[in-house]
């Protein structure tokens, strides 16, 4: 809004309006929890229309979770959730992400014949306590935050 219909603008009472009440009305789930987590205002909204335009989903999701969740603290101007230390991954529960974690080798090199006596409910427990699960926008995402 320039300055001169901004100087137009009055309220009920003939006084000048100096702030004005921003919703976020109309586009991608994704941008919406975006939005709540940035706390949209008339200073940032600018760089948060950038941040919209030109990060990938889950950038915005590092985002949500490091800012909305977490609570870290970011320059509208300068931010960019790759500097978070997030990992992120996109699995339905923590079983499944023992499962993942079974299969890339984290756990190293496990014989065949030893496979069926791992207790991947133990280690889907144990996941609990460096790992957080969270939904953004109806996705199951579970992170842990160094």
């Not at 919406?32 to 706390?39: I, R, T, Y």
């Not at 760089?47 to 950038?59: G, H, L, M, S, V």
């Not at 949500?64 to 977490?70: F, K, L, S, T, W």
């Not at 101007?77 to 023992?98: C, G, Q, R, T, W």
């Amino acid at each position: 809004m320039n300055a001169a219909k901004a100087a137009g603008n009055h309220n009920a009472f003939g006084d000048l309006v100096e702030e004005y009440e921003i919703q976020f009305i109309d586009g991608d789930e994704i941008d919406c929890a975006l939005a709540k987590a940035w706390g949209v205002t008339q200073a940032n909204m600018g760089d948060y229309f950038i941040a919209c335009d030109k990060w990938e989903e889950y950038q915005k999701q590092m985002f949500i979770i490091g800012v909305g969740e977490i609570g870290y603290d970011f320059d509208p101007a300068n931010v960019h959730p790759d500097n978070f230390d997030i990992d992120i991954y996109p699995v339905s529960d923590m079983k499944e992400l023992a499962e993942q974690m079974i299969e890339e080798g984290l756990f190293g090199e496990i014989p065949e014949h030893l496979e069926r006596y791992i207790d991947i409910d133990a280690i889907a427990r144990d996941l609990h306590y460096d790992y957080t699960e969270t939904e953004i926008v109806g996705e199951t995402l579970i992170y842990r935050a160094a």
